[in-house]
Nanobody
């Protein structure tokens, strides 16, 4: 059974940083496009960043330059480094793994940006 397990969420002050991790199991990790989405209270889930199997990255416009997605195929793990966080970063962050018609989601990790 495919599992994506996120970690690293928590409470951070505005301007602070967090690093999210997502460990995958039961997939050939290296061939999947991995991504991070988020869902803020009362809003739709939205793309944050993705990284392809060839390490091509795509970012949402409002996180570009502040967030960095990366992957370690040896550890079956994808990361999201989030810097200069603002209140708008408060959301549940979800890890995804996608390939062709297959799409898997993690359970999410809460990030709260508050002073």
């Amino acid at each position: 059974q495919v599992q994506l397990v996120e970690s690293g969420g928590g409470l951070v002050q505005p301007g602070g940083s967090l690093r999210l991790s997502c460990a995958a199991s039961e997939i050939i990790f290296s061939i999947y496009t991995m991504g991070w989405y988020r869902q803020a209270p009362g809003k739709q889930r939205e793309l944050v960043a993705i990284i392809t199997s060839r390490d091509k990255t795509v970012y949402a416009g409002d996180v570009k330059g502040r967030f960095t997605i990366s992957r370690d195929n040896a550890k079956n793990t994808v990361y999201l480094q989030m810097n200069s966080l603002t209140h708008e970063g408060t959301a549940v962050y979800y890890c995804t793994a996608a390939r062709a018609t297959l799409n898997y989601w993690g359970q999410g990790t809460q990030v709260t940006v508050s002073s």
